[in-house]
């Protein structure tokens, strides 16, 4: 374990680097950043008892997003086998990464079935009352004023893809207009079933969804939550990004 101090404004990790180290974030905040065409886009802000860089690491590919930060901050640094050993030895770190592996994969197969003949489907349990609403200025004429009521799960929203760019592989529910540079992705997040419940699942966009401040995507070792009744609020694209939801759920 390596202790490293970080002042305002310092990078722990880059992006496109090679994931080498898991920190453990001890005081604290860093924020994680992805470059957007000639900008950056912080797509979370993480504290103390939080982990970064885990995924990068696990997957062997290179880091998807930078890290630095935000004030003086503390961490331990652990290579690969060290992590894999702290993981041994706490149940909630363990399952919540496997939850996401799960996810990925769950995604390719998803993937591979669309590209499949239909199968004959059986008749769904009913969907809970689910109503989707705007919550910034910038989408208050692309959503009716009352919001959209979801009948049929999963739902997707994403970006309508330009002239250049293939439809996703999955339909899309939601399309929404966007302009350069992108903070919406072509397939961006769902709304699937948990059971009797719902989760809100990053759907590897680019640049991740903020769901009740909780960051879910690629950089981070969640992409799946599961939401109880109330109003929960999705930010899809990161920090100040345009694409701010309220999604009611019954």
Request: glycine share 8%.
């Amino acid at each position: 374990m390596i202790e490293r101090n970080l002042a305002a404004g310092e990078i722990l990790f880059a992006e496109g680097e090679p994931s080498e180290l898991v920190g453990r974030i001890e005081s604290g905040t860093l924020e994680v950043v992805r470059r957007v065409g000639d900008r950056e886009v912080v797509l979370a802000r993480l504290g103390a008892g939080e982990h970064v860089g885990e995924m990068g690491v696990l997957e062997a590919r290179p880091r998807a997003a930078t890290v630095r930060a935000v004030e003086p901050a503390r961490l331990s640094l652990l290579g690969r086998e060290a992590f894999l050993e702290q993981v041994a030895s706490d149940p909630a770190l363990a399952h919540r990464l496997l939850v996401t592996l799960s996810e990925r994969l769950h995604r390719a197969d998803l993937a591979l079935a669309a590209a499949a003949p239909p199968a004959p489907v059986p008749t769904p349990a009913p969907v809970p009352k689910l109503v989707l609403r705007a919550a910034s200025p910038a989408l208050d004429a692309a959503l009716p004023r009352e919001g959209i009521a979801i009948d049929r799960l999963p739902f997707t929203l994403g970006r309508r893809p330009d002239a250049e760019e293939r439809a996703p592989v999955r339909p899309v529910d939601l399309l929404l207009e966007d302009v350069r540079p992108y903070r919406l992705s072509r397939l961006h997040f769902a709304i699937e079933r948990a059971g009797d419940r719902v989760a809100v699942v990053d759907a590897t966009s680019t640049l991740g969804t903020l769901v009740d401040g909780i960051a879910l995507g690629e950089p981070f070792a969640r992409s799946r939550l599961v939401l109880g009744p109330g109003e929960h609020t999705l930010i899809a694209g990161g920090e100040g990004s345009p694409f701010v939801f309220r999604l009611i759920v019954g």
